[in-house]
């Protein structure tokens, strides 16, 4: 019989122990990273390494996914970086390390669903995993005409910059505190994300991302498709169903309402209105 072993991973270890497993399960995403010597993710990951008989075979994570709701926000587990080796597939593990982590998301948050962004819903729906398209408001914000900008790396991380004295920065550093201000002062809808700094560093190191900033106001772009359109003063936010690059986002409904607040949430879920920005899906 395999010697089948699920461990946690520190961070500090993770160029140690994940990185071959991490590296040929999403190429496209780790290999610039891995160039630069950066083997963090871009949110407050707990992951796990699963050996057979001592091979390094598959990992997984979890990071907290905070939202606002009706006025307050919820915290959730939202699964990540899942991935078994290709000689290891097709042979239940990906099913044995999503039932491991939704136990943990389970014990950890009590929520009342996991959510998960992913490329092959298939695998996911046999788990329990349900497609979630929300119910879209019309966006309100028109094109604009401005040249977009992208910051340049490396740069101050945000969790200093954010103590660093205005009179001292750097006019890329003032924009990138004026669009963090914008969006947490812009208009609250059920599903906006509490963006930790580690988020907000990886959306302005991103290759891929361009900005418009405006006195009022700044449209964030990846790959050319806007993204989200924030206003401190209108309140224009067309949000947007999560997912991107393929991926769609799926939820899995974990227990029944215990308040109305929950109960609430459940009946937003079912009319699809609750909302997953794009630019918080990695």
């Known amino acids: 019989m395999d010697e089948v072993c699920i461990k946690y991973v520190p961070a500090k270890r993770y160029a140690e122990e994940l990185h071959s497993v991490m590296l040929k399960c999403f190429p496209d995403f780790w290999t610039p990273r891995f160039a630069e010597e950066n083997y963090t993710f ?25 939202f606002h709701f009706c006025g307050t926000f919820r915290t959730t ?16 593990y990906s099913r044995l390390l999503l039932e491991f982590i939704c136990g943990k998301i389970i014990k950890k948050y009590d929520p009342l669903f996991i959510p998960l962004y992913t490329d092959k819903p298939p695998v996911y729906k046999k788990m329990g995993f349900e497609v979630y398209y929300s119910l879209l408001p019309e966006k309100t914000a028109s094109f604009p005409g401005e040249e977009k900008f992208r910051f340049s790396s490396p740069a101050l991380p945000m969790a200093k910059l954010v103590r660093k004295p205005l009179e001292k920065c750097t006019e890329e550093e003032l924009k990138k505190l004026k669009i963090r201000f914008l969006y947490e002062k812009g208009t609250l809808f059920n599903g906006k994300c509490v963006r930790s700094n580690e988020v907000w560093d990886e959306l302005f190191r991103d290759p891929d991302s361009e900005w418009i900033l405006k006195e009022e106001e700044y449209f964030f772009f990846r790959k050319g498709e806007m993204l989200e359109n924030y206003s401190a003063s209108c309140g224009t936010c067309p949000p947007l169903h999560g997912g991107h690059d393929g991926n769609m986002a799926m939820l899995k409904l974990c227990r029944k309402a215990k308040n109305r607040q929950e109960k609430l949430l459940l009946e937003k879920i079912g009319k699809r209105e609750l909302f997953f920005p794009l630019s918080d899906v990695f």
């Open 42 to 66: 871009p949110y407050d990951v707990k992951m796990y390494l699963l050996t057979i008989n001592g091979q390094k075979a598959g990992q997984i994570g979890y990071h907290p996914y905070s």
């Open 77 to 92: 587990g939202g699964i990540c970086d899942v991935g078994v080796l290709p000689e290891f597939r097709g042979k239940g």
